[in-house]
């Protein structure tokens, strides 16, 4: 089955300077890539999703980067704020194979220095 | 527009006892999908179900079972309770299976003491 790495498990960055988490996956039939933001208490939010067929997504301050070839992908926030604060969580799934169940990385805890 | 709802918020259970848990998917959508997030951890697929019936599993044991009704709302049963089942159990609903996007719902936390 799919595995997915994420690094770091945590990261401090000074407000207003940029963010970079990564992740790995190892099953290369793997095509839809999303990223969840989860609040302390709160539900997994979508912030950003990319699909195999994109290699680079943008969306204001958020994007998302992928390697096809070397099963990586990333996501960049830039011009932190205070609200970028939270847990950020990746994931990967083979959608439309029948198996689109979401396998996720253990978390990158995003710490904003005012 | 409701979005995912999950109902109750909190449980507590003891060892051995039973719990069943409810999700009701966002408007126009009709599958679901259970995950199970342990403290610190990122949540774990348990399985997915649409037109009724499970169509896909992640690896969890058979104490774990699911229905779907035919208005697509959905309950998580979990026989013979153990104290490692404790977790936050998260509801996503899609408009489809192999749609691919997922919107989760508050989740259930669930205490085995």
């Known amino acids: 089955g799919e595995n997915v790495e994420q690094h770091p498990s945590t990261l401090s960055v000074q407000e207003g300077d940029s963010a970079v988490i990564k992740c790995t996956y190892s099953?290369?039939?793997?095509?839809?890539f999303p990223w969840y933001k989860q609040e302390l208490g709160k539900r997994p939010q979508l912030i950003i999703d990319?699909?195999?067929?994109?290699g680079e997504k943008k969306d204001q301050r958020i994007a998302v980067t992928l390697n096809k070839t070397a099963k990586h992908f990333s996501l960049h926030i830039t011009e932190t704020q205070p609200e970028d604060s939270a847990v950020y969580f990746c994931?990967?799934?083979?959608?439309?194979?029948?198996?689109?169940?979401?396998?996720f990385g253990k978390g990158t805890h995003l710490i904003i220095q005012p | 527009d409701a979005g995912v709802t999950q109902s109750p918020t909190h449980l507590i259970k003891t060892r051995g006892q039973q719990v069943t848990l409810r999700c009701s998917p966002k408007?126009?959508?009709?599958?679901v999908s259970w995950y199970q997030q342990a403290l610190g951890q990122g949540p774990q697929f348990i399985f997915q179900?649409?037109?009724?019936?499970?169509?896909q599993r992640g690896n969890f044991p058979d104490r774990f079972s699911g229905h779907q009704f035919p208005n697509y709302s959905s309950e998580l049963n979990v026989n013979a309770l153990l104290l490692g089942d404790s977790a936050l159990y998260l509801c996503?609903?899609?408009?489809?299976?192999?749609?691919?996007?997922?919107?989760f719902g508050p989740g259930t936390r669930l205490t085995v003491l």
């Open positions: 179900y649409y037109e009724e019936e499970e169509r």
């Open positions: 408007s126009g959508h009709d599958t």
């Open positions: 996503a609903s899609s408009p489809g299976p192999g749609t691919d996007t997922q919107y």
């Open positions: 990319i699909r195999s067929n994109v």
């Open positions: 994931a990967a799934t083979h959608s439309g194979g029948g198996a689109d169940g979401l396998t």
């Open positions: 099953d290369s039939a793997s095509n839809y």
